[in-house]
């Protein structure tokens, strides 16, 4: 009899507030997970915030402020891109070797 392995994926997004991705990215975790995937939640959160509502499935937060609240929080570019480099090494610091 072979054995097989419970699928795992890490589902990321970029906040913890009540948007569009945000709730679609939870909806599919506890979807996923219902049909027997061993699903992860991690986000870019502002001050180690959780998320607006309970989630079904664990979740890991990495800390990130994504603007000053001035005047250069109006670079949308420059801002996207620091966040994502922020979420990418967090991701490769605690996955390396066990993604791919």
Same mark, same amino acid.
């Given at each position: 009899?072979?054995?097989?392995?419970?699928?795992? &994926?890490?589902?990321?997004?970029?906040? #913890? %507030?009540?948007?569009?991705g945000v709730v679609h990215t939870?909806? +599919?975790?506890?979807?996923?997970?219902a049909a027997g995937v061993d699903?992860?939640?991690?986000?870019?959160?502002?001050?180690?915030?959780?998320?607006?509502?309970? &989630?079904?499935?664990?979740?890991?937060? #990495? %800390?990130?402020?994504?603007?000053?609240?001035?005047?250069?929080? +109006?670079?949308?570019?420059?801002?996207?891109?620091?966040?994502?480099?922020?979420?990418?090494?967090?991701?490769?610091?605690r996955y390396r070797g066990r993604?791919?």
């Amino acid at each position: 009899m072979a054995v097989t392995e419970r699928l795992r &994926v890490a589902l990321t997004t970029y906040s #913890v %507030k009540p948007r569009g991705g945000v709730v679609h990215t939870l909806e +599919l975790a506890e979807a996923l997970q219902a049909a027997g995937v061993d699903v992860t939640v991690v986000a870019l959160s502002d001050q180690g915030k959780g998320f607006f509502r309970e &989630v079904g499935v664990p979740v890991r937060l #990495v %800390k990130h402020v994504s603007d000053n609240a001035d005047a250069s929080a +109006l670079d949308w570019p420059a801002l996207v891109d620091r966040s994502a480099a922020a979420l990418g090494a967090w991701l490769a610091e605690r996955y390396r070797g066990r993604i791919g």
